[in-house]
């Protein structure tokens, strides 16, 4: 074994030296339907700037064009990555609620709070437009550090953790990502005899949703038209791994990332107190409705 040299009292300190959750580049969906995209179906996008000039793998599926951000059409259009296929590998998620209250200002709370516990810090009841907010840490191969995929409204948080079935969910959407992997996890520890998680562990694919090799649109009011997001998990030929487990190495270091990283930073929404601010990153759709075109981002 090497001998570095190195004393045993160095008093490192750890938080110095993990990644900036601040600074994560953002993934967006961007599944309005608009006269590009008919045929298509949706597609995800990530601002070339914010990866430092790293290329998203695997090779060919991603394309860099000039992509306009902000809702001024004069606004310069700047370099992004965009793809019709996203392969990732999800390794935490937060969820909270906002309420906008009729001077438009955002009130942040975790998830399942009742309407009757949604104070304000005077202790006011907090009343207006309800939406849901996720964020999901995903790794990208070609990429160092951890993404966030950015869901915020209906449609795409519907995406996430649709269940068809369910008294909440719609079957005018597709299976949710979530409730898939918590399937198949399911079924993988029930053949392995071993509890398999649904993070860190598995290669997942997320594609604009198709029905009869057309894609789906679901209208969401207001004239807007939505494709959603979907997961491909199928494996062998046409370019398909031969298994969607990510390897015993990946698994460690993804294990790792959770454990170091993404735990604490799911902790900030936990709490209403913790999360006011965190996390609301400008990139992020503010509107399902034709109010703000999905094509673009704004600030």
Not at 28 to 38: F, I, L, M, V
Not at 96 to 112: A, G, K, L, S, V
Not at 203 to 213: A, E, I, M, R, S
Not at 245 to 261: A, D, I, K, P, S
């Amino acid at each position: 074994m090497t001998d570095f040299n190195i004393p045993d009292d160095l008093q490192i300190d750890d938080d110095l030296y993990r990644p900036d959750v601040k600074s994560m580049p953002i993934i967006t969906w961007h599944g309005k339907a608009n006269d590009g995209n008919s045929e298509t179906g949706g597609r995800w996008a990530i601002k070339a700037d914010a990866i430092e000039g790293q290329t998203p793998l695997p090779d060919g599926w991603w394309k860099l064009i000039d992509m306009r951000f902000g809702v001024d059409p004069s606004a310069p259009k700047e370099p992004t990555w965009v793809t019709h296929r996203l392969r990732c590998v999800p390794i935490g998620i937060r969820r909270r609620q906002i309420i906008t209250d009729e001077f438009n200002r955002e009130h942040y709370f975790p998830q399942m709070t009742k309407k009757t516990a949604r104070l304000d810090a005077n202790g006011n009841l907090v009343e207006g437009k309800y939406q849901n907010h996720y964020q999901v840490m995903v790794m990208v191969d070609g990429i160092a550090e951890p993404l966030i995929i950015a869901l915020r409204g209906y449609t795409k948080t519907m995406c996430w953790d649709n269940n068809p079935n369910s008294k909440f969910g719609s079957k005018d959407f597709p299976t949710g990502v979530e409730p898939t992997l918590i399937k198949l996890a399911a079924d993988a520890s029930k053949a392995k005899k071993t509890r398999i998680p649904w993070m860190c562990f598995w290669l997942v694919d997320l594609v604009p949703t198709f029905v009869n090799n057309a894609a789906h649109w679901v209208d969401v009011g207001h004239g807007t038209w939505m494709n959603p997001f979907v997961t491909d998990m199928r494996t062998g030929g046409d370019g398909f791994p031969q298994s969607r487990f990510v390897g015993l190495e990946n698994f460690l270091h993804y294990q790792n990332l959770r454990r170091e990283v993404a735990m604490d930073w799911e902790a900030k929404w936990s709490d209403a107190s913790t999360m006011s601010g965190d996390g609301a990153y400008d990139y992020e759709s503010k509107s399902d409705t034709n109010e703000t075109p999905e094509d673009e981002i704004p600030f």
